[in-house]
């Protein structure tokens, strides 16, 4: 348990720290036999930096969480 509890801890680390992920996907704009016309057209992913202070919580108490041998 202490694994994946570092393990999510450190994830909503980066979460915290970059709310923001952008990437380009490829768009056809036109197509006139052998020659094709594309542009690269942006797209962000943003999330609010709570999300990831949460994803610590519950890595911390992951990594706190005691198994019990009964």
């Known amino acids: ?5 570092t393990i999510i801890f450190i994830l909503g680390l980066v ?3 970059f709310t923001t ?3 380009f996907t490829k768009e056809k704009v036109a197509d006139l036999g052998v ?3 594309t542009r690269e057209q942006p797209h962000s ?6 999300a990831g202070v949460a994803v ?8 706190l969480l005691k198994k ?3």
């Open 56 to 63: 610590m919580v519950v890595g911390a108490g992951l990594f």
């Open 35 to 37: 020659v094709e016309i």
């Open 21 to 23: 992920f952008q990437f």
């Open 45 to 50: 992913l943003s999330w609010s930096p709570f």
């Open 68 to 70: 019990s041998n009964k």
């Open 15 to 17: 979460l915290t720290i």
């Open 1 to 5: 348990m202490k694994t994946t509890g």
